[in-house]
């Protein structure tokens, strides 16, 4: 291993520092987060339940339902249980591969969470406009491709962000002051040329997140005007109705996420870094946390599903009385 002055360029491990100025607060910053958690993953896990055996859920809405849930698992789990270990356990230091693993999964995810958003976008746009060819559109084979394709994209463009770190000498220290490994937090503590990693970076956001809300928008003003053609009003309605849900899942995506990635970039010191964490760590559990209870109480078939399940365990209790 190359040294400058006795000091390794690459430590053998970080220690992630939390939340900084906040130390003796984390165990009270964890309850929510905690909770969050804990509703994401009863929530999202009962969704891939229903849509996996319940035979009424098996359409392309479902499958893509199925691929949001399934990423937003693995994006909220490749966080906080790191995060809840720093703030119960004081469990900071993390292998330096390990390190890299993580920033691979957190950016490989965030990725496919915002690329299947596009994908449902453009399920709702088929569903709405062209409603006889859904079905042959939007075939099982299509479908499954195009997750591929989704998840092939996030990976192909963030495997660079290990081998951008991995090349940069560390010799002011190890210490990051965040709860888990994100790319640029970990670039910064470096003393060499974090530009390329900057720029790669920015260019990786535009190239994911900027193509993905151009499709979504372009598909939502072609949904729109083809509802405000609609001659009856209940058809309306019902058309509005199917998208809300997406719509929110939208928002709660992306706004903790744009709001995390600029005041990392432009933020500066206007904006103390103790919240710059903490809405870091809010915007892998947000959505997945609210998802599941959005389209739980917006989507009629899924609603229905939940009722029915819950309806039938009584009886078969009854029964068994």
């Known amino acids: 291993m190359q040294r400058i002055n006795g000091t390794p ?38 969704l891939l339940y229903l849509i996996r055996y319940e035979e009424t859920l098996h359409r392309p809405m479902y499958f893509f339902l199925a691929m949001l849930s399934f990423t937003d698992v693995v994006m909220s789990t490749s966080t906080l249980p790191n995060t809840l270990g720093i703030f119960w356990f004081n469990l900071k230091e993390i292998n330096f591969n390990a390190c890299l693993i993580q920033m691979f999964f957190i950016h490989t995810f965030t990725g496919m969470a915002s690329g299947v958003l596009m994908l449902m976008a453009l399920d709702r746009y088929v569903a709405i406009c062209y409603p006889l060819r859904y079905a042959t559109i939007l075939t099982n084979p299509i479908i499954a491709s195009a997750g591929f394709i989704t998840f092939m994209r996030g990976v192909i463009l963030v495997i660079p962000f290990s081998f951008l770190t991995k090349r940069l000498p560390y010799c002011r220290g190890n210490v990051i002051p965040h709860t888990y490994c994100d790319h640029m937090s970990v670039a910064k503590i470096s003393c060499g040329n974090v530009k390329i990693n900057a720029v790669y970076g920015l260019m990786v956001a535009l190239l994911i997140g900027g193509f993905d809300i151009f499709c979504i928008t372009v598909s939502y003003t072609m949904i729109l005007r083809a509802v405000v053609k609609l001659s009856s009003a209940d058809a309306r309605q019902k058309a509005f109705g199917t998208c809300s849900a997406h719509i929110c899942a939208i928002v709660f995506s992306y706004t903790p996420a744009f709001f995390s990635f600029f005041v990392h970039r432009f933020g500066g010191h206007r904006i103390p870094h103790s919240l ?32 029915r399940l819950f309806w039938g365990s009584k009886d078969t209790q009854f029964h068994g009385i």
């Open 9 to 46: 360029l690459t430590p053998v491990s970080f220690i992630l520092n939390g939340v900084p100025g906040l130390e003796d607060i984390h165990i009270w910053i964890s309850l929510p987060f905690c909770s969050m958690y804990i509703v994401a993953m009863v929530g999202n896990c009962g």
């Open 276 to 307: 710059h964490i903490i809405m870091a760590n809010i915007y892998p559990l947000l959505a997945p946390a609210l998802n599941p209870i959005v389209y739980g109480v917006k989507i009629k078939q899924i609603r229905d599903c939940v009722i």
